[in-house]
């Protein structure tokens, strides 16, 4: 039940762009993204339901493919903060929200 | 507004031992949500309490186990405790359905 993340890891310059994938063999009902600091807690980015739509938060954004089963997390002009580990939590059962998170990809970037 | 706390930080137990861990939910949300995260890993999902029972079970044996109480807050039970479950286990509450989790800083579990 695990998604596949990809790519493991990524390194980009400041003001780069990154896009980071979330696959899953199984139907899905929504997809997850979180970004978690090295020590710290995950940090909610945002909530993608069933039905392809796009979110955005600050210069992050997000889509969902439900016929894939695919989503993917979209990072523009990267700044410093945004280094860190992202994971995508899957749901398969219609609303109860049980989450099987991916292996994540570490983002670095640098100056 | 006060956040998901987890009690304790950190804990050292040998194999065969049995733990609990604790975890405090953020102010109105009803639902909690229990991940072991090895190093290098993603959350893995261990189970989910909605209002006292539980409500989704990831593929854990049953010598993990939990208990959620009328105030909303939760306990993660481990039994016959082996090496490999040694790991950071976080807490997440949520209102629940289509919501964001909330992840506590976790209870970071060594087992010698």
């Known amino acids: 039940q695990q998604p596949v993340q990809s790519p493991q890891a990524v390194i980009l310059r400041e003001g780069e762009d990154a896009v980071i994938n979330c696959s899953s063999s199984k139907a899905l009902y929504s997809v997850h993204w979180y970004r978690q600091k090295h020590g710290e807690a995950p940090v909610f980015l945002m909530i993608?339901?069933?039905?392809?739509e796009q979110k955005g938060h600050e210069k992050i954004s997000a889509s969902f493919n439900e016929k894939k089963q695919q989503s993917s997390l979209y990072l523009t002009a990267s700044q410093l903060s945004y280094s860190g580990t992202y994971f995508c939590?899957?749901?398969?059962?219609?609303?109860?929200?049980?989450?099987?998170f991916g292996t994540g990809t570490r983002l670095t970037v640098i100056p | 507004e006060t956040g998901v706390t987890q009690s304790p930080t950190h804990l050292i137990k040998t194999r065969g031992q049995q733990v609990t861990l604790r975890c405090s939910s953020q102010s109105g949300h009803n639902t909690v949500s229990w991940y072991q995260q090895a190093l290098g890993q993603g959350p893995q999902f261990i189970f989910q309490?909605?209002?006292?029972?539980?409500?989704g079970r990831g593929n854990f044996p049953p010598r993990f186990s939990g208990l959620q109480f009328p105030n909303y807050s939760s306990e993660l039970n481990v039994n016959a405790l082996e090496l490999d479950d040694s790991a950071l286990y976080l807490c997440?509450?949520?209102?629940?359905?289509?919501?964001?989790?909330?992840f506590g800083d976790g209870t970071r579990l060594s087992i010698l």
């Open positions: 993608l339901l069933k039905g392809g």
């Open positions: 939590g899957t749901e398969i059962r219609t609303g109860a929200n049980n989450l099987f």
């Open positions: 309490y909605y209002r006292e029972e539980e409500n």
């Open positions: 997440a509450s949520s209102l629940g359905g289509e919501q964001p989790q909330h």
